[in-house]
Nanobody
Framework: QVQLTESGGGLVQAGGSLRLSCVFS????????MGWFRQAPGNEREVVAV????????YYTDSVKGRFTISRDNVDDMVYLQMNNLEPEDTARYYC?????????????????RGQGTQVTVAS
């Protein structure tokens, strides 16, 4: 059973940075594509960034391109989301997700496993 635990959220001023971390356990990490999703109150959940098991492929939603970077450490079974130049519109609960299936499925929103999330609040 895959377990995911996020950390690193918090309150930050617009223009600031945060680094989210997610610990993966229960299966062979490198065989899972990983992603970060977010959901703000009243909004649908949206994919933020996705990374392949090897780390060679990444995907970002348009609104975060150039500001966010997803990365993974296949030795320590961790996935990260570095968020720079944060905007109030980035305020949401951020979730780490994992899927053993195609990367495209994760990009389309399939989350076979998901953590409890960490809150990110960006003040203007």
């Amino acid at each position: 059973q895959v377990q995911l635990t996020e950390s690193g959220g918090g309150l930050v001023q617009a223009g600031g940075s945060l680094r989210l971390s997610c610990v993966f356990s229960g299966r062979t990490f490198a065989t899972y594509n990983m992603g970060w999703f977010r959901q703000a109150p009243g909004n649908e959940r949206e994919v933020v960034a996705v990374i392949s098991g090897s780390g060679d492929e990444t995907y970002y939603t348009d609104s975060v391109k150039g500001r966010f970077t997803i990365s993974r450490d296949n030795v320590d079974d961790m996935v990260y989301l570095q968020m720079n130049n944060l905007e109030p519109e980035d305020t949401a609960r951020y979730y780490c997700a994992a899927s053993p299936f195609a990367l495209s499925a994760l990009v389309k929103g399939r989350t076979d496993y998901r953590g409890q999330g960490t809150q990110v609040t960006v003040a203007s």
